[in-house]
């Protein structure tokens, strides 16, 4: 059973750092394009950045550039989202995505999802 389970959410002050991880269980991650996306409350389901088969292709939301790192480990078949400089607006839950076809960075494209792991950026 194809599986994604996030952890590494929490309370953080702004300016501050995170790394979410996402474990992948029942395929081999090295083989789908992975992505992070983020829902505030109240708003739509957004890209936060996304990576191709084999790490090719990346993107990153405008919002996120220079402040946010998309990485895989393919010996622990997890992927990482390191987050520096925290604000505010970057609360939200993270969650984490795969496919077999890398396409845009939205949501409809991506079929294997994690339940989510909830960022608050608060002093």
């Known amino acids: 059973q194809l599986q994604l389970v996030e952890s590494g959410g929490g309370l953080v002050q702004p300016g501050g750092s995170l790394r979410l991880s996402c474990a992948a269980s029942?395929?081999?991650?090295?083989?789908?394009?992975i992505a992070w996306f983020r829902q505030a409350p109240g708003k739509e389901r957004e890209g936060v950045s996304c990576?191709?088969?084999?790490?090719?292709?990346?993107y990153y939301a405008d919002s996120v550039k220079g402040r946010f790192t998309i990485s895989r480990d393919n010996a622990k078949n997890t992927v990482y989202l390191q987050m520096n400089s925290l604000k505010p607006e970057d609360t939200a839950v993270y969650y984490c995505?795969?496919?077999?076809?890398?396409?845009?960075?939205?949501?409809?494209?991506?079929?294997?999802w994690g339940q989510g792991t909830q960022v608050t950026v608060s002093s």
């Open positions: 990576m191709g088969r084999s790490d090719s292709n990346t």
């Open positions: 995505a795969a496919d077999v076809v890398q396409a845009m960075c939205v949501p409809y494209e991506y079929d294997y």
């Open positions: 029942g395929f081999t991650l090295d083989y789908y394009a």
